[in-house]
Each structure stands twice: as C-alpha cells, then as structure tokens.
C-alpha cells in the first residue's frame, strides 16, 4: 500500500511537470524598411521598440534596406551615413539586407558604414570585388528561444542588371537576378525551423518570389514603400512591407508547436509617425545630429502649399536644370524627386538637398523631336513613371504592358514638337546612365550638379509657386 502510495505521488508530479511545459513557442520579428534617413523618428520608433520589448524581451529587429538618401545630415556626414547607423545600433536592430541606395555614395563609403553596425547585413544575390573586403554574407542563422531561424537577404536588380542607383557607384559589385540565386540556399529550408527571405526588391516581385518559392515561411520586403496592413497570405507564404521613412513598423508572430513546426503566423503594422511619446536619450542623438547650422540656411521661400505633389516639386526641379543650362527643355526623372508636400515656408539648404540627395551632373544633349519622344517613353517604362518638365507638357497613355504610347509633346509657346528637328535638352547624370535611349549625339557633361541648379534658382527667384502645377497628363 505503501508503495502504491509513492508511486502515485511520483506519477503526479511528473504529469504536473509535464503539464507546465510550453505547448507553443512563439518568435517575435519587428520589421521596417526604406527608413531613408528620417532619423527625426527615431526617437519614437525606439519608445515603440522598448515597450514592444517590455512585452516581447526576445524580440528580433530587421531593416529591408534603403536606410539612407533622402536627409543631408545624414547623408553628407563627414562619414556619409554615420548617424543613421549609429542610431540603428542605439535601437538595437539585429539584421539588415541591402537597397539600391545603400549604393549612393560608393561601395567603399557602403563598406565604411557597415564596419560602424553592430548588426550583420545578408544578401544572396550581390557578390564583390575580394580587394573590397566586404563584410557582408548570403544568409545568417539565429538562434532563438530554441529555434533555429534561417535568413537570406536579396536586393532588386532593374533592367540594366544593378539595382536602381547611378550606375558609376556600382564598381566592384556584381548582381544577380534572385529568382537564379535562391535555390542555392534552399537547403536551409530543411536545416531551420523557420526560413525568411529580407527583400528589398518590390511589393510585386516579392509576392511572384512567393509563388515560385513556397519553402519561405515570409517575406519581409521593401523597396515600393507599399503598406501591407494586414496579414497577407501567397501560395502560403507571409509578405509583408511598412510604407517608408519610419512611418510604421510590422510586428511579425510565429508560432511553433510543441516539436518545433510553424503552426500559425501573422503580422501588424504599428504606427510610428503618430506616437506622441519618444525615448530621451535617443531624442538627445538625433538633436546633436542636426546641430548644423549649414542645412538650415534659407535660400529662398516658398509662397503655396504643395501637398501630395511629387510633379509639382519636379517641375521646379526641372526648371531649374533648364535655367542653369541654357536648353530649349529639361526633364527630371520620376524616382528622383524624394518628396512631395512643402509649406508655404522658408526653404533651407536641408530642404533642397533632401528633394534632391543625389546631387548628379547635368548634362546637355542635342536631340531630335523624334528622340525625345522615344525617350519619354523608355525612361516611363524604367522608371516606373513619367518625366517632369520644363520648356513644355506632353500628354500620353499606357498599355496593358506598362508602355507610355501616344506622347503628343507641345513646347511651350504651344506649337507642337517637330519629330526632325533638333532641340538642346538637359537630364540628370543617373537619367544619362541608367535610362537606355537612342541618341545621336553622347551628351555633354556641363559639369555642374543638380542641387547648384536648385540652389542657384531660388537665388535668382527667391520665391517659388509650384501648386497644382502638371506638365505631364495621362489621358
């Protein structure tokens, strides 16, 4: 009886142990992306970090790339990029992969920041030059409350085979197209419990990555600044993207049985923008980052709200480049005009260089009405949207292709654009480079950058009104 008796007291403890182990497990992963240098968030973004940790203490941190261009004190920092990375390692990110502006000042100043975080950046479909020393990998394992989390990194490659920055940064770096590169590393698929992809190759090409490559529990993308504001399922696999410039971060949830198996996953967007409360010590960061008296020169005022108005903003652009050239016309291209509301408000060197952080060459062509028309078109479709303008206005459809088909140009004393005459143009370098079109003439470099141009405009008008102003009209 005695021993009936212990036997029992030992069976109800072990099933009462039993009972106190962890059915589930759950992973928590906050993602963000195309965070373009808007350190003025950070702040907030790190009270939002601490109070998700308070919940969550084991709580994984990744960027999809693009965490520079678009703020000059970051930007033009004697070390370009400096502040964004210390105020990620301050906020403790744990993983990065790459975005086409990683690439904007050159791939040694990319390598001089990534010597600065204290986080490792993947990507599986880059390799470089061995004399670049980069400190970079295809994919990482972690280690996690007793899982094994396998992640590859992957970057958008464009039409010219690099990603979408001047083509003379790219020295040294050599692209794949990543639908060729992950099967390679499929084989984590077996090793991990769970497997991720961190893209930074576009909303639309992420979910064509989910279709063809079910092995990947999500995708947490960047690249269109595309909000997912729910979970969002394709062909089973998670994909999921936060706007741009700190706006909003994803809460990723995975859960895992008893054996280690994914059993339910889900995501949330929190707003960033929004929150009213921030983290001192990090505000103290960001103040003594723009503690710079350069970028808050006034160089001219603006006298009328723009409010959701890239156009508008790249008509200025692109009157400025023409002013500064002397040409019958100009064109700026749609991706590089980096925002789109301004105040009616004085204009800071801060303002000018972060609508415009690339600072490319001009450069002048001759080119027939003809050409111009073709290169509307091929710049449309590489670009992703219609050239602004100044010296005239054009209207055009597109196709079912993406294709811009019938540009009717009219300059502006309103006769129409003659297709055999020769007109004197001017783009941007990147345009130049990047934009595949047929001319006659090479182009001629007039040595002078863009943001002159903007700068030298303001001088010479002092005030801009550039409301409601469209050039470019689809029909």
């Given at each position: 009886?005695?021993?009936?008796?212990?036997?029992?007291?030992?069976?109800?403890?072990?099933?009462?142990?039993?009972?106190?182990?962890?059915?589930?497990?759950?992973?928590?992963?906050?993602?963000?992306?195309?965070?373009?240098?808007?350190?003025?968030?950070?702040?907030?973004?790190?009270?939002?970090?601490?109070?998700?940790?308070?919940?969550h203490p084991d709580l994984l941190l990744?960027?999809?790339?693009?965490?520079?261009?678009?703020?000059?004190?970051?930007?033009?920092?004697?070390?370009?990029?400096?502040?964004?990375?210390?105020?990620?390692?301050?906020?403790?990110?744990?993983?990065?992969?790459?975005?086409?502006?990683?690439?904007?000042?050159?791939?040694?100043?990319?390598?001089?920041?990534?010597?600065?975080?204290?986080?490792?950046?993947?990507?599986?479909?880059?390799?470089?030059?061995?004399?670049?020393?980069?400190?970079y990998q295809p994919?990482?394992?972690?280690?996690?409350?007793?899982?094994?989390?396998?992640?590859?990194?992957?970057?958008?490659?464009?039409?010219?085979?690099?990603?979408?920055?001047?083509?003379?940064?790219?020295a040294g770096s050599h692209f794949h197209p990543i639908e060729e590169v992950l099967p390679e590393y499929l084989f984590l698929r077996d090793e991990c419990n769970a497997l991720f992809l961190l893209s930074h190759c576009g909303f639309e090409e992420d979910v064509e990555t989910a279709e063809k490559f079910p092995q990947f529990?999500?995708?947490?993308?960047?690249?269109?600044h595309t909000l997912v504001d729910s979970t969002r399922l394709f062909n089973g696999v998670m994909v999921t993207q936060a706007l741009n410039k700190v706006k909003y971060l994803t809460l990723n949830t995975f859960t895992f049985d008893k054996n280690g198996k994914m059993i339910a996953k889900e995501s949330q967007v929190i707003p960033i923008n929004k929150q009213k409360n921030i983290d001192p010590a990090v505000k103290s960061m960001v103040n003594e980052f723009n503690n710079n008296e350069v970028f808050l020169k006034v160089v001219g005022y603006n006298d009328a709200q723009i409010d959701d108005c890239y156009e508008c903003l790249g008509c200025y652009m692109a009157d400025a480049a023409r002013a500064l050239a002397g040409t019958d016309m100009a064109f700026q291209?749609?991706?590089?005009?980096?925002?789109?509301?301004?105040?009616?408000?004085?204009?800071?060197?801060?303002?000018?260089?972060?609508?415009?952080?690339?600072?490319?060459?001009?450069?002048?062509?001759?080119?027939?009405?003809?050409?111009?028309?073709?290169f509307l078109g091929v710049?449309?479709?590489?670009?992703?949207?219609?050239?602004?303008?100044?010296?005239?206005?054009?209207?055009?459809?597109?196709?079912e292709q993406g294709q811009m088909k019938d540009c009717q140009v009219k300059l502006d004393n309103g006769k129409p654009l003659d297709l055999k005459k020769t007109y004197k143009i001017v783009m941007n370098s990147y345009m130049s480079s990047a934009f595949k079109f047929q001319h006659e003439d090479p182009g001629t470099d007039i040595f002078r950058s863009s943001n002159e141009a903007l700068i030298?405009?303001?001088?010479?008008?002092?005030?801009?009104?550039y409301a409601d102003k469209h050039r470019a009209i689809e029909k």
């Amino acid at each position: 009886m005695k021993k009936t008796a212990t036997l029992l007291i030992a069976l109800a403890i072990v099933l009462g142990l039993a009972s106190c182990q962890p059915k589930e497990t759950k992973l928590y992963i906050a993602t963000i992306n195309d965070m373009h240098a808007n350190i003025d968030n950070f702040p907030k973004l790190a009270y939002v970090l601490d109070s998700l940790r308070g919940v969550h203490p084991d709580l994984l941190l990744f960027s999809a790339g693009d965490n520079r261009s678009g703020n000059p004190i970051n930007d033009r920092d004697s070390v370009p990029s400096r502040p964004m990375y210390e105020l990620m390692n301050a906020v403790g990110f744990n993983l990065s992969c790459f975005g086409n502006h990683e690439w904007d000042s050159g791939v040694e100043a990319l390598r001089d920041v990534m010597n600065i975080a204290k986080f490792p950046f993947v990507c599986a479909n880059v390799t470089f030059d061995d004399s670049l020393n980069m400190p970079y990998q295809p994919y990482i394992i972690l280690e996690q409350n007793g899982l094994k989390i396998g992640v590859i990194g992957a970057i958008q490659v464009g039409l010219n085979g690099i990603p979408d920055f001047h083509p003379d940064h790219a020295a040294g770096s050599h692209f794949h197209p990543i639908e060729e590169v992950l099967p390679e590393y499929l084989f984590l698929r077996d090793e991990c419990n769970a497997l991720f992809l961190l893209s930074h190759c576009g909303f639309e090409e992420d979910v064509e990555t989910a279709e063809k490559f079910p092995q990947f529990d999500a995708i947490f993308g960047g690249h269109t600044h595309t909000l997912v504001d729910s979970t969002r399922l394709f062909n089973g696999v998670m994909v999921t993207q936060a706007l741009n410039k700190v706006k909003y971060l994803t809460l990723n949830t995975f859960t895992f049985d008893k054996n280690g198996k994914m059993i339910a996953k889900e995501s949330q967007v929190i707003p960033i923008n929004k929150q009213k409360n921030i983290d001192p010590a990090v505000k103290s960061m960001v103040n003594e980052f723009n503690n710079n008296e350069v970028f808050l020169k006034v160089v001219g005022y603006n006298d009328a709200q723009i409010d959701d108005c890239y156009e508008c903003l790249g008509c200025y652009m692109a009157d400025a480049a023409r002013a500064l050239a002397g040409t019958d016309m100009a064109f700026q291209n749609y991706g590089g005009v980096r925002f789109d509301t301004l105040g009616v408000r004085p204009v800071t060197l801060k303002d000018v260089c972060s609508l415009d952080p690339f600072d490319n060459d001009l450069v002048v062509f001759n080119m027939t009405g003809q050409e111009i028309v073709d290169f509307l078109g091929v710049s449309f479709f590489t670009d992703g949207g219609p050239n602004y303008c100044s010296g005239c206005t054009y209207t055009y459809s597109v196709d079912e292709q993406g294709q811009m088909k019938d540009c009717q140009v009219k300059l502006d004393n309103g006769k129409p654009l003659d297709l055999k005459k020769t007109y004197k143009i001017v783009m941007n370098s990147y345009m130049s480079s990047a934009f595949k079109f047929q001319h006659e003439d090479p182009g001629t470099d007039i040595f002078r950058s863009s943001n002159e141009a903007l700068i030298q405009y303001l001088t010479d008008h002092q005030h801009i009104n550039y409301a409601d102003k469209h050039r470019a009209i689809e029909k």
